[in-house]
């Protein structure tokens, strides 16, 4: 370990030489709002921070730490870095914000990664995907239901102690919850034989994190509502929404796994839409080397009906992709002070090393004509500007322009920079910078569509490339898209590429949705639903042609009007605010005296836990199934009808998941393996085709001898079959409970059947 020093540093005015070059552009933004804010911290003015952990009254944040070659842990901790996570030469540690520039300097770090924010993006559905034959797989006994498996998730509105948790006997299965009561990493423990019971809710705002456990994990089977793995371990993790503390909570349930000798499924249903999309930012390195000891699934975003994509590939005659920002459809008023500034920012990616000329740009669109541009002189590579509409924005280093201040209030900062060299974490893996340009746009602006008695003021950016060269230009989704405003010339985005950029990472299985159902009966009666045609994609399911040549997501899995649990306090918070009836609740349970609500909720937020939970099933199955393995399954096991055939292949991914052909290939895996063959009571799946004609599978056998005997023990239906498969019709028998005897190539199965 080398001796390294932190001192303790003045906030700068501006960034300069390493410190810039090292500490990411979301950082850099971050950093440049942190001290606005920090020069009118006494005013009613404070800018509403737009990225994680930099509030002007914070004096720490987190970040990931890239290590630079030669250097370990111990050199950031003699920097004065607290460590709150470590995996190979990455780390993420809490440092002052004060001095965040002069730890970026130091030779033990190689990059600096700020967090951003990130944002929350049953019964029918068991049905569809098959899940039901895998939960009754063995007759009228058990079949799979994430026995012994942790299931855990990082999200928001996490109510640990509704009743969806518990077991048969009422007791919980959670085992623990982790709750970040701050964006800087810090946390609280629960656990149920103490302090579970003190842990209310993290907030009443949100139901999303306990309707997401329910779907993966639910097992109140007092109504129909419960999940994919209704038997399995709940760990959950929630609170403060920042990829940092994602990160974390990630690392919270995989340390509780490996401590307990279990296998463990991560579920994220959340995201946003920053990044290369390529697997080498930080958090998805960090999420590939996660995805080495747990199965990780991540919602592939909800962005398919909104256009925050550009892209295009160059040509020598059309070298320029040019668009407008304008508010989306859920835009949501940011109120500071008196104005509604709107927040937002471009990530830029050439595919190549190559330079790309990017200029933001003011446009009137009643003319058409551009009134102001960035001016080219300022847009050096390598560097960080921002244009300033007055004293207000303004920092050491800033252009303050009158005709900008003029049109809009706030700033528009751009930065460049070529992603390049290599990032050894170990011997064995080594992770390269992309050697891709970049050009990150951030912008705080009054509005982004401003009209006044001059003309209607938009803004917008324009960007140049070479021939061959390919750019994607991603917003960050949440308040804003790209739009051509009826002008010629100007593009109005795409869908491809709306894939959740969290998603994107090598060891993350990234999960579609389509419509298992369109409506639901309330308590009170009423029916809530859409028009979209039941079994086709969802319509805001993204997807992505990612420029690494892959294609996202993997596959899809039920999403639409999906019925599971919601916190009661969340439910009282929507009553109370004037946003629902009880009654327009799904269902409501009232068990020793304490209420209980299910509703529904759509999106690719509920179709990833769907794929979670049938992971924790195969994970019963074959306990030794790694990523790749869980991929394989469910996208050779997937079915594929009319609706998958007849779509956009990219968005579908494999297809439809299928849990219950993914179990039977689980169980063979298992099968083949030396020494890890299943108990023979978990070999034998029997599933009913249609009323009382049932298939018969038996894994890892060559062919099978089935009998069926009545309660007097005599033999009424025989079937044989080559294979592991065979149907057996028991049409015409009395009702009753009959022994179905399979004999294998040399072991004998018995179970028990229910003819109606």
Not at 195 to 217: C, E, P
Not at 409 to 435: A, M, Q, R
Not at 577 to 597: F, H, I, P, S
Not at 730 to 736: E, I, M, Q, R
């Amino acid at each position: 370990m080398r001796k390294l020093y932190l001192t303790a540093i003045v906030l700068c005015a501006a960034f300069t030489g390493v410190a810039q070059e090292k500490i990411d552009f979301v950082g850099q933004s971050a950093l440049h709002q942190y001290r606005l804010n920090q020069q009118t911290k006494n005013t009613t003015e404070t800018l509403k921070p737009v990225m994680a952990g930099v509030n002007a009254g914070n004096e720490t944040t987190a970040v990931i730490v890239d290590l630079s070659e030669g250097y370990d842990i111990e050199d950031l901790i003699a920097a004065g870095a607290e460590i709150k996570d470590h995996r190979g030469n990455m780390a993420i540690v809490s440092v002052p914000v004060s001095q965040v520039e002069s730890f970026s300097k130091i030779d033990a770090v190689k990059q600096v990664t700020f967090g951003k924010m990130a944002y929350a993006k049953l019964d029918q559905a068991r049905s569809v995907t098959k899940t039901d034959f895998a939960h009754k797989g063995l007759a009228i006994e058990a079949g799979y239901k994430g026995a012994g498996i942790i299931v855990g998730a990082m999200d928001e509105g996490m109510d640990p102690n509704h009743i969806a948790f518990t077991d048969s006997a009422g007791v919980t299965r959670l085992k623990k919850l982790f709750h970040f009561y701050d964006t800087d990493g810090n946390m609280s423990e629960y656990a149920p034989t103490d302090s579970l019971y003190k842990f209310t809710y993290d907030t009443n705002t949100s139901a999303h994190g306990t309707h997401v456990m329910g779907i993966m994990t639910g097992g109140y089977t007092g109504n129909n509502y419960y999940g994919v793995a209704p038997c399995a371990d709940v760990v959950m993790a929630c609170g403060a929404f920042s990829d940092i503390n994602i990160l974390l909570g990630i690392a919270a349930i995989i340390d509780y796994a490996y401590e307990k000798e279990q296998p463990v499924v991560v579920n994220l249903s959340i995201g946003n839409n920053i990044g290369p999309h390529d697997g080498t930012d930080a958090f998805s390195r960090y999420l590939e080397l996660f995805g080495e000891d747990a199965i990780i699934c991540m919602s592939a975003g909800n962005e398919a009906t909104e256009t925050i994509v550009l892209n295009k590939t160059f040509t020598e005659s059309d070298n320029e992709i040019k668009s407008f920002v304008i508010e989306n459809d859920y835009v949501v008023d940011y109120v500071v002070g008196s104005k509604g500034l709107h927040a937002g920012s471009i990530d830029i990616w050439s595919s190549t090393s190559d330079a790309l000329e990017v200029v933001p740009v003011i446009c009137d669109v009643t003319t058409g004509q551009v009134v102001f541009e960035m001016p080219k002189a300022a847009l050096v590579a390598d560097g960080t500007v921002r244009y300033v509409s007055n004293d207000r924005y303004y920092e050491m280093g800033d252009i303050v322009d009158t005709n900008f201040d003029k049109m809009f209030k706030g700033y528009i900062g751009i930065g460049s920079k070529l992603n390049s060299g290599e990032l050894k974490f170990s011997d064995e893996i080594k992770f390269p910078n992309n050697n891709r340009y970049n050009v990150y746009v951030t912008y705080y602006l009054d509005r982004l569509s401003i009209p006044t008695n001059t003309g209607q003021y938009v803004f917008g950016v324009k960007i140049k490339g070479k021939a061959g060269q390919r750019v994607d230009a991603y917003l960050d989704g949440q308040y804003s898209k790209y739009n051509s405003q009826n002008l010629a010339g100007w593009n109005g985005g795409t869908d491809n590429g709306t894939i959740n950029g969290m998603a994107c990472g090598k060891n993350v299985i990234a999960v579609g949705s389509f419509n298992s159902r369109n409506n639901y009966t309330s308590i009170g009666g009423s029916m809530f639903g859409t028009n979209a045609t039941v079994g086709a994609i969802s319509s805001y399911s993204s997807y992505g042609d990612l420029i690494d040549g892959r294609t996202l997501p993997h596959i899809c899995a039920p999403g639409s009007f999906l019925l599971s649990s919601v916190g009661q306090h969340y439910v009282t918070y929507m009553v109370n605010a004037g946003q629902v009836a009880y009654n327009d609740m799904a269902k409501k349970e009232t068990v020793n005296g304490k209420d209980y609500y299910w509703d529904a909720m759509q999106g690719t937020s509920m179709a990833s836990p769907f794929m979670a939970g049938a992971a924790a099933l195969w994970l019963e199955a074959n306990p030794y199934l790694k990523h790749k393995d869980i991929v394989e399954i469910a996208q050779s096991s997937a079915t594929v009808d009319r609706n998958v055939t007849s779509g956009n292949p990219i968005q579908w991914g494999a297809g439809k998941l299928n849990v219950y052909n993914g179990l039977k290939q689980a169980i063979n895996s298992r099968t083949a393996i030396d020494g890890f063959i299943p108990e023979a009571d978990k070999r034998i799946i029997v599933k009913e085709l249609s009323e009382n004609v049932y298939e018969v599978f038996v894994a890892a056998e060559g062919q099978l001898n089935a009998t069926l005997y009545n309660a007097a023990g005599q033999p009424v239906k025989s079937a044989y079959a080559e294979g592991d498969t065979l149907t057996l019709d028991a049409d015409g028998l009395a009702a009753g409970v009959y022994v179905l005897a399979v004999q294998g190539n040399d072991t004998k199965y018995t179970k028990r059947i229910l003819v109606k």
